[in-house]
């Protein structure tokens, strides 16, 4: 058990990467664990139904979530939305596994889903999102947003910001059991 952190008045953490991939999971335990909010962009991007929230709200509660002093956001939302986001944090976190395991992972969740309600949905939406739509959005996520984002994180190291690159399950559960409490 680590042992709890005591909260820091300007720790902003951003943990990204394509879907399926634990984020949430991930940022839900630093954000208790370090004492500071948790903010879920998939709550600020989707409605019921896996409707997009109207881009000026969705720009609005961004704005709101980022303006903060202390704070760990997880997810993608609205690839504008990414630049300022990383911008204003003060460490990145990047679970950036092999596409086949975002498959594998997001999988999983779609059967437990098919089974019933599943603990901490993302976006809190009660539907499981359309297979075929998530998978589509992982696979272009993959081909087309995550160069962007690498190379987006990769200025953000050559600034000087502290950067963790999650490249496998074995660290992803290294990092998830560090702030597990």
């Known amino acids: ?19 399926g991939g634990g984020k949430s999971t991930l940022a839900r335990q630093i954000a208790a664990s ?21 881009p000026q709200s969705y720009d609005s509660a961004h704005q709101r979530a980022i303006s903060g002093d202390s704070w760990v956001i997880d997810g993608l939302g609205r690839r504008e939305s990414i630049a300022p986001r990383l911008s204003r944090s003060t460490e990145i976190i990047v679970i950036d596994l092999p596409i086949w395991v975002h498959f594998w992972l ?27 739509l998530l998978f589509q959005t992982i696979w272009d996520v993959d081909q087309h947003w995550m160069p962007d984002l690498r190379r987006l ?8 910001k502290p950067i963790t690159r999650i490249a496998t399950l074995e660290e992803l559960g290294l990092m998830t059991r560090q702030y597990s409490m």
């Not at 058990?1 to 879907?19: Q, S, T, W």
């Open 153 to 160: 994180v990769n200025e953000a190291e050559t600034a000087g």
């Open 34 to 54: 370090i004492g500071t909010s948790y903010v879920e962009i998939d709550r600020l991007l989707w409605q019921q139904n896996w409707e997009a929230t109207d």
């Open 1 to 19: 058990m680590a042992p709890r952190l005591e909260p820091e008045n300007h720790r902003r953490i951003v943990v990204i990467g394509n879907a």
């Open 106 to 132: 997001a999988a999983e969740r779609q059967i437990a889903w098919s089974k019933g309600p599943i603990d901490n949905p993302p976006g809190g939406v009660t539907a499981a999102p359309p297979t075929r």
